[in-house]
Nanobody, 125 residues
Framework: QVQPVESGGGLVQAGGSLRLSCAAS????????MAWFRQAPGKEREFVAT????????YYADSVRGRFTISRDNAKNTVYLQMNSLKPSDTAVYYC??????????????????WGQGTQVTVSS
């Protein structure tokens, strides 16, 4: 079983940067595709980025491509989200998710088996 725990959220000014971390306990981390989703107040949870089990394949939402970078360290059971050039529209609770035994990374919420509790990111204008 994989239990994700997010950290690194906070308050930042527009144009600034944050790095989110997601530590996933359990021995099955390397078998899981990992992803970040986010949910703003009053909106649906939406896909942000995903990474394959090896880290060799990544996909991004159009709204963050070129500004955000997802990466993982399987030795540390951790996935990261580097967020640069942040905008007020990036304000949301960011969730880490794991898709156990995934053959390829996906942007579909229903594919993900395990979710963290979320970390708040607030970008001020």
């Amino acid at each position: 079983q994989v239990q994700p725990v997010e950290s690194g959220g906070g308050l930042v000014q527009a144009g600034g940067s944050l790095r989110l971390s997601c530590a996933a306990s359990g021995l099955t981390f390397s078998r899981s595709a990992m992803a970040w989703f986010r949910q703003a107040p009053g909106k649906e949870r939406e896909f942000v980025a995903t990474i394959s089990r090896s880290g060799g394949t990544t996909y991004y939402a159009d709204s963050v491509r070129g500004r955000f970078t997802i990466s993982r360290d399987n030795a540390k059971n951790t996935v990261y989200l580097q967020m640069n050039s942040l905008k007020p529209s990036d304000t949301a609770v960011y969730y880490c998710a794991a898709d156990l035994d995934a053959t390829h990374p996906s942007n579909i919420k229903a594919r993900y088996d395990y979710w963290g509790q979320g970390t708040q990111v607030t970008v001020s204008s």
